[in-house]
């Protein structure tokens, strides 16, 4: 971090490629939109690179790029509200899942991510972006292990609910 | 880990390393040479810092810290400090003044509409042990006060003083200039003083809390009370009546600065109260208050009485034993089975003007099927005159406590001419 401070910017680098993924995913629940989702990742990476010196606890690091992403999505939304409120030609459909894999059962699921609780996506994506790393997953989250394990569980079993309440060709 | 749908979950989060290496390049491309300083006067203290641990530990911790902090804001805050007192306070209170002045005012409220009207108003004194005075005086009359000193006019005055063997009474109509003076021996001595105009604050410190209610706050001659209210048979549990006792107390000790009690009539208006004023809590009161005044020129009659009391050590009424209580006309009331003990005898003797009395007393204990059988005769308003019979030819006089729920009847038995100690050697038995 101390690199990074001093204007390695290959250092940086490293810090994007580690936690990218999870914030996209973040902005992803947002937009529901691949497109908009990098953009808006790409947008918490400049301003968290601007505002590196504000940062007291490097060990915070991902905590804080979370509430980042947090802050960009809402302005994002705001944005994209009204937007919507002058645009009369586009359809409540355009905030809709659009579909990036042709796996029907895949956009099913990703549909399914983003109706579950915010803890829960949370929990979904740290593990499953970060090499199923408990470890990892719990200090980006700053949770315990069980109650990490508490709300991936509790996530999984809405999600297999959710799925369940599909129709049958959708599953 | 690796259900169906885990597998189908890695695949979902593929999609966001799409791109990525042209994406951070983007990135790292259109970065500043370098990220702004820390903002010195930002460098803001932080407990959590020092916390460490996740987010949940930190707030347990915060929480444990939290509930720390009231505990200990509860521990020192003064308890009295707005109206933290409690019904214990007053009851505390009670149970602990060694001198009292009060002043009972009886009150007549004909509606619901007009003010109440004063009957009666007594001056009480109390001290500590035993010493008790009231001075009634007179309401609405222009008679001349006959007490020269008096700055009242007053009728009567009583003055008790009680010890655990002896009692003296004086009652003087201060009017008629009569006075009457009763001393009274106790053998064994009694355990608890009935001091009259105690009453009053012994029934009051009888009520529990779960009985009364905060009714709210009220400046009484300047002082800030908190006020508490029961219903009027928590005050008088043996009596059953309709109404309510409310007692004001100072917000900061518990001391009672006013008392009112109201009764009410079965259709809920009020009919009559009494109010308890003029509180002065321990008091400095001089003995002399509670001393004969001098009585020239007044006509006095003296009874001495005394009241020897034994207990059985049998208690069941022999098998043989025909008892039965009846009415005057005859009628049947209790009879040996409505007896669970017989408990007591007392030989009581009065000398009135050199006349001696002396009366010769059991005391019966009913089962609850003789209880219930002279409750129906009390709630009747019957007339509660009864002969009690041992032993098939003398007929005594049988009357029940006042308190109608007492457990039991005394039995006069005077005419059998026999002591306590011989009833219970010839009656009574130590078996089932």
Known sequence: MAAVLGGDKLSYAELYDR????????????????????????????????????????????????????MCCKEWLRGHLQLRKHQTTL????????????????EELRSAITKLPEKERLALHAFYLQENSVED??????????????????????????????????? | MNSPIDEKLKRVYEVFYHDHDRLRGN?????????????????VFK????????????????????????????????????????????????HEVKSLVWVW????????????????????????????????????????????????????????????T?????????????????????????????????????KLGRITSDKTCKIGHKEINGIACVGFEAHINAFEPRIPMKGKVRVWSEKDTGIPVLVELQYQAKGGTYISGTTIDHIQWNAVLSDDLFKLPDLKGWKVEEVRSSSEQVFFSCTRLRNDIPFQVRRKDGTLILNVADVFSMKKGGIYTTLTNGKLKKQVEVFAVLNQEGRDKIKKIWAKGQNLELLADFNGKSQSAGYVPISNNGPGIMIDITSMNITPKEFEDNYLTSGN
């Open chain 1, 19 to 70: 936690y990218t993924p999870l914030i996209r995913a973040i902005c992803y629940d947002t937009t529901r939109n691949l497109t908009d989702a990098q953009d808006l990742a790409q947008e918490v990476f400049l301003r968290a690179y601007e505002k590196l010196g504000e940062l007291r606890d490097t060990e915070l690091f991902s905590r804080w790029l979370i509430g980042i992403s947090r």
């Open chain 1, 91 to 106: 359809e409540p459909e355009n905030l809709e899942t659009k579909e990036i894999s042709n796996d029907g059962q895949i």
């Open chain 1, 137 to 171: 997953a719990c200090r980006t989250l700053d949770m315990s292990k069980s109650g990490f394990y508490r709300i991936l569980d509790r996530a999984r079993k809405r999600l297999a609910k959710l799925m369940q309440s599909l129709p049958e060709d959708k599953r």
């Open chain 2, 27 to 43: 990135l790292l491309g259109s970065l500043p040479a370098q990220p702004c300083e820390p903002p010195l006067s930002r460098n």
């Open chain 2, 47 to 94: 407990l959590w810092y020092f916390l460490g641990g996740t987010k949940m530990k930190r707030q347990i911790v915060a929480a444990a810290i939290a509930a720390a902090i009231m505990l200990l804001a509860l521990n020192f805050w003064p308890v009295n400090s707005k109206d933290g007192i409690a019904w214990a306070d007053v009851v505390r209170q009670i």
């Open chain 2, 105 to 164: 005012n009886e009150e007549e409220i004909d509606s619901a509409y007009s003010a109440p009207k004063v009957k009666g108003r007594w001056k009480c004194y109390y001290k500590d042990p035993g010493m008790s005075r009231e001075d009634h005086f007179i309401v609405g009359t222009t008679q001349p006060s006959v007490l020269p000193d008096a700055t009242e006019r007053c009728n009567r005055i009583n003055i008790r003083g009680m010890t655990p």
């Open chain 2, 166 to 202: 002896k009692s003296n009474s004086y009652d003087l109509a201060v009017l008629e200039k009569k006075a009457w003076i009763q001393i009274t021996t106790f053998s064994p001595p009694i355990t608890r003083l009935p001091t009259e105009a105690m009453a009053i604050w012994s």
